[in-house]
């Protein structure tokens, strides 16, 4: 299991932190992606880590931005989120994946979490 939490009400320019914490599986063995679903959107990559936190991979439109980080030791992964803008509205969700390299694409992933609503009010 995944669970997304942190996520509020903030106004642009300000920061965020999400946490995604993962349970039965062995969290070591399984690279961790962030994914975005905006308001009529489709659902969008934001960025990912492998298992060994070595590759890291960032969606065009939060690079800089967005930071992701993995505790192993806590089985937690993070989304800090810095500079916010009103585009970055949306329920955001967290996926676990066995690829080797972190994916980029939902259907590479096998565990999702139940998302957590960010919202970036200008």
């Known amino acids: 299991q995944l669970q997304a939490f942190g996520g509020g009400l903030v106004q642009a320019g300000g920061s965020l932190r999400l946490s995604c914490a993962a349970s039965g599986f062995t969290f070591d063995d399984y690279a961790i992606g962030w994914f975005r679903r905006a308001p009529g959107k489709e659902r969008e990559f934001v960025a990912a880590?492998?298992?060994?936190?070595?590759?890291?991979y960032y969606g065009d439109s939060v690079k800089g931005r967005l930071t992701i980080s993995r505790d192993n030791a806590k089985n937690t992964v993070y989304l800090q989120m810095n500079s916010l803008k009103p585009e970055d509205t949306a329920v955001y969700y967290c996926a676990a994946s066995q690829s080797i390299l972190p994916p980029r694409t939902e259907s590479e992933y096998h565990y999702w979490g139940q998302g957590t609503q960010v919202t970036v009010s200008s």
């Open positions: 880590r492998g298992w060994s936190g070595g590759t890291t």
